[in-house]
């Protein structure tokens, strides 16, 4: 079962700040260390994808009626919201005649629709045959770091977030976006920030995640596609109430019925 977030608009830093450390303020290692992002895209794959295997991920690809078109490759990246346009793009530029850059009249066409013309019958098998190019694995790397993963734990240390923080901030801009809607990460986080203060402020970091998280849950039940919570009420919030903050393994959860661990 795989859920998407909101269209996604151009304009995602959500008016970023430089980094601070961790609310810990201790020697924790955040979301950017290796292991602690290889957990975050297993925490992630779990959800978009039911498996831990995210780097079998790169060839996925299926249009699960979201109105978003084609959903693919590690993130999700979509047909209809603008990244998967991007992604392409970036491949087209360091590769140029590989088999997706055809599709690029196409996909511009489409961005904004769940259409599927210009596209088929072709594209995904294309894409898959992609999918084996270690430089489309890279631009898909790069795409999700520079569109969610870095966005993400930047604003998260800059609310003095321990890794957990960090986490619950990229999987809400993996679903939501960082658009300008009543359902974007930004607005999730004015939401938590109406009801309590991050470390950053003198805040409570437990305090300050439990709102983050009871908003992230309003906005998920605000579309139906989104409408199972159980990546944040039998996952994050878990790990939350075990006073993971440092979000480390063991780490045993359950997204759409499915039971996982990473030890």
Not at 69 to 84: E, N, R
Not at 103 to 116: C, F, W
Request: net charge negative.
């Amino acid at each position: 079962m795989k859920h998407r977030r909101p269209v996604l608009a151009a304009a995602l830093l959500l008016a970023l700040t430089g980094c601070s450390g961790a609310g810990s303020g201790g020697p924790e290692k955040g979301l950017d260390d290796p292991a602690k992002k290889d957990i975050a895209m297993r925490l992630v794959s779990s959800a978009e994808n039911s498996s831990l295997d995210w780097k079998a991920q790169y060839r996925y690809i299926e249009d699960i009626g979201d109105g978003r078109g084609y959903t693919a490759g590690i993130i999700g990246f979509c047909s209809g919201t603008g990244d998967m346009l991007d992604l392409v793009e970036l491949y087209a530029g360091r590769t140029p005649g590989n088999v997706l850059e055809r599709y690029l009249p196409a996909l511009r066409a489409v961005d904004g629709t769940d259409s599927h013309e210009g596209l088929d019958p072709g594209f995904t098998g294309d894409w898959a045959r992609a999918a084996s190019d270690p430089a489309f694995q890279q631009a898909q790397n790069d795409e999700r770091d520079r569109v969610y993963f870095d966005p993400a734990v930047r604003q998260a240390k800059a609310d003095g977030l321990g890794t957990l923080g960090q986490f619950a901030y990229y999987d809400a801009i993996v679903m939501h976006g960082g658009g300008g809607d009543s359902t974007s990460f930004g607005s999730i986080r004015r939401l938590a920030l109406d009801r309590a203060l991050p470390p950053s402020q003198g805040g409570d970091e437990v305090a300050y995640l439990d709102a983050f998280l009871d908003a992230r849950v309003w906005a998920m039940r605000q579309e139906e596609a989104h409408s199972d919570t159980s990546r944040v009420d039998t996952a994050q919030r878990v790990f939350l109430r075990n006073g993971n903050l440092a979000l480390d393994p063991p780490l045993d959860w359950q997204v759409y019925g499915d039971g996982f661990h990473i030890g």
